[in-house]
Nanobody, 122 residues
Framework: QVQLVESGGGLVQPGGSLRLSCAAS????????MGWYRQTPGKERELVAAVTSGGITNYADSVKGRFTISRDNAKNTVYLQMNSLKSEDTAVYYC????????????????WGQGIQVTVSS
């Protein structure tokens, strides 16, 4: 099955930390760009951070200096280390992959994970 599976979300107090992980299923051979987006009720999904296969990163201004995105290309896994969390970071976080190569030479332009809840509250 072709999928991205997020893990690591949950409830954390303001100022705390969480680490999100997103693993691609084994049928996915490689992924060019990987990123994390988030969405709250009534708002559009927004980019949090992204990383290319070469390691170039991009962050939303609201998370710069607090969040770090990284990836393990051998495992097709992307991580989001979130520090100094604020209540406004509360959202459903989605993993995204772009330009995916599957086994047997197939390609997918984009793929989303199912989303994982992050709640920052005291």
């Amino acid at each position: 099955q072709v999928q991205l599976v997020e893990s690591g979300g949950g409830l954390v107090q303001p100022g705390g930390s969480l680490r999100l992980s997103c693993a691609a299923s084994s049928i996915i051979f490689s992924i060019n760009n990987m990123g994390w987006y988030r969405q709250t009720p009534g708002k559009e999904r927004e980019l949090v951070a992204a990383v290319t296969s070469g390691g170039i990163t991009n962050y939303a201004d609201s998370v710069k200096g607090r969040f770090t995105i990284s990836r393990d290309n051998a495992k097709n896994t992307v991580y989001l280390q979130m520090n100094s969390l604020k209540s406004e970071d509360t959202a459903v976080y989605y993993c995204n992959g772009e330009d995916l190569t599957l086994q047997f030479g197939k390609f997918i332009k984009a793929l989303w994970g199912q989303g994982i809840q992050v709640t920052v509250s005291s």
